[in-house]
């Protein structure tokens, strides 16, 4: 994208606004930046099939646009990149046909310009691989091998796991770490420097551990946030709470006094029905309390009772993913944890699924 | 609380056209004020249980935006023609010169084709020049969003990325917990929790004002206690309460939806009797049901609910595990009767035993 005019930057979410565009712009990738920078410097010949996988918000996007950017002038940026992703029709069709399209349209020699080699290949950026089916994928892969001279392909996934072994095989693969608070620090307080937000380092340091490394979510929330407050005033911790979508500390408190202190139905149903009417997720709920239930110790259980609950959250989840009521689904959590911080003797009924 | 002319329902009648009517939630109000000054906006996506007050918000937001002109709104029935081989798709628009609003995932399995369509509809009539208007984006709002399948909610992470400076996207949506964490991180989430009872109450006593009747506390806080903090549910129950008696009794129960009445009753079917006969009974009443089109996970939290509230507590947690099992197999499985029945069963088996041991403690659950 194209930030030319002052109005047109004006009306950019944050997100994309402060967008790497270079790719050495992009934070903390070094080990994929300099590989690339490398390639590029050389003309970019010699650039393999890339595969970048890693988790959201970590400038797996970003690079690979970066990157074409760099090796074609922008004239024939569009005859030169293809990019698809989950929106486009992505079936074993589309990939034999538009692929094969684009990919047998002849570009020549490499050339010259202002000094820069400008190669002899197209690139096919596929975004959101992991979202590709087998079969397509299986496509895919005698695709890249039968355009391998004209073509280079970039497959951008966040697991690695879903892609066939021989197609990944054949790709320069580099893993996008999740950003360490003080990368992910610097880009926020340059990003709150030039929006004109003021945040103390703590507050910028709270968002970055509510976001787990996800710089996407972490400016989100930023913005989000700052639009709370009247300009140019300190946003504190209750907008951050408020634009993170977290379930606050006083809900899983009670949630959890619930099952273990009071011991109490009525306690569990009372606290379901303020997660759900409060239109907090419930999943959401469940890694928090996970969370808690992991770093902190409860004189109420001991390992083995924890272990107990754990698994049931567990599977709650994964229903909870399906689609199940999240109602139900917290009910029966909270009744379970009830039923298991009481039965303190008899350790086999515990587990029982 | 002003009653407009949109009808006779008090819930049309009195539902608020601009954030200042809104009732509740006012730290909200000064939220969307504070996000439509600018037009760096982000990605929207509003969620919150049905009933309280998503799409009013919306609409207010929208008009905070573009003015007046947001509110001129047009119906059209269109068909879209999409997918490989091209297929006819009917779909309710409902627009205006800056906006437009639908509910995709009514297009079933192509969902995502009708949502990719839509997009770059819109996208490619965005302004030419961004500097000769105030507002330079168009906005597509999406009702539903956790309705729609996972294909169509992968489509959107880079569409949003790629399309954000010509288009904002307002997801609406019940719960979060089924929108995809991609989608979650690419929005600025605005939580819509529903009303609370007190809010309930005092907006059931302006409507009777404004209507002239006599609403003692005492039946406001009835209907407030039936509703579940549902204010569209709430004016309902009010509205033919007030049919069927007026002025209120003092033993007066709240009136309640029919399908209500039925999950009640095979609740208390259930309780009374555990045998064949009794299973093959209320077999009938899922049924009819079910033939009325109430959805199966509504039968399910209702129906659970009230045995809950009949049940001793020592057997809550069985009831709440084999709800939460039966409930998610609907998920997976073709044909709800089934699993309904099944949990009818489960639970009668889950209740005689207790009743017939219960000394013994008894969490029995396999
Ligand atoms: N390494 C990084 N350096 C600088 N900015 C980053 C980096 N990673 C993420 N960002 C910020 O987050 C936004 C999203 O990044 P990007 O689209 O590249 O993520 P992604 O890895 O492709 O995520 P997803 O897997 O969800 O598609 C960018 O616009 C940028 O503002
Ligand atoms: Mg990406």
Known sequence: ?353 | MKPNNRGLLWVDKYRPGTLDEMDFHLELKERLEGMAQRADIPHLLFHGPPGSGKRTRVSCLLRLIYGPAAEKLKVEHRSFKVGDPPKEIEMTILSSIHHIEANPSDAGFSDRLIVQELIKEIASNAPLDVTAVRVPFKVIVLHEVDSLSRTAQQALRRTMEKYSRTCRLILMADSLTKIIEPLRSRCNLVRVPSPSEKEICDVLQKVSKEEGFELPDQFAVKVTKACSRNLRRGLLQLQSSKMDNYPFAEDQPVSRADWELVCIDIASLLMREQSNKRLLLVRTRFYELLTHAIPADAIFESVTMELLRSADQEIAPAICECAAEYEHRLRQGQKAIIHLEAFAARFMQIYKEYIDNQYSMLIDDD
């Open chain 1, 1 to 353: 994208m194209d930030i030319g005019d002052r109005a047109s930057v004006l009306s950019t979410p944050w997100v994309e606004k402060y967008r790497p565009v270079k790719i050495k712009d992009v934070a903390h990738q070094t080990e994929v930046v300099a590989a690339l920078e490398q390639a590029v410097e050389r003309g970019g010949g010699n650039l393999p099939h890339l595969l970048f996988y890693g988790p959201p918000g970590t400038g797996k996007t970003s690079l690979a646009l970066a990157l074409v950017r760099e090796i074609f002038p922008k004239e024939i940026l569009s005859q030169r990149v293809l990019e698809l992703n989950a929106s486009d029709e992505r079936g074993i069709r589309v990939v034999r046909e538009k692929i094969k399209g684009f990919a047998q349209g002849a570009v020549g020699q490499a050339k010259v310009k202002d000094g820069k080699t400008i190669p002899s290949f197209k690139v096919i950026i596929l975004d959101e691989a992991d979202a590709v089916t087998g079969e397509a994928q299986t496509a895919l892969r005698r695709t890249m091998e039968t355009y391998s001279t004209v073509t280079r392909f970039v497959l951008i996934c966040n697991y690695i796991s879903r892609i066939i072994a021989p197609l990944a095989s054949r790709c320069a693969k580099f893993r996008f770490q999740p950003l360490p608070t003080e990368v992910s620090f610097n880009r926020l307080s340059m990003i709150c420097k030039s929006e004109q937000v003021t945040a103390s380092e703590d507050l910028l340091k709270l968002i970055i551990t509510r976001t787990n490394g996800d710089l996407r979510k972490a400016l989100m929330t930023l913005q989000s946030a700052s639009r709370m407050v009247p300009h140019g005033s300190e946003i504190g911790d209750k907008e951050i709470a408020l634009a993170s979508g977290e379930v606050p500390q006083e809900l899983l408190e009670r949630f959890r006094s619930a099952m273990f202190a009071d011991s109490s139905f009525e306690n569990v149903q009372s606290v379901v029905d303020d997660v759900v009417l409060g239109g907090y997720p419930a999943d959401g709920l469940l890694h928090q309390l996970c969370d808690l239930l992991v770093e902190e110790d409860y004189a109420e259980l001991d390992e083995l009772q924890k272990s107990a609950l754990i698994m049931k959250m567990a599977r709650a989840e994964s229903c909870l993913a399906d689609g199940a009521s999240e109602r139900l689904q917290l009910l029966d959590v909270g009744a379970r944890g009830m039923y298991i911080s009481k039965s303190r003797e008899n350790s086999s009924s515990l587990f029982k699924v």
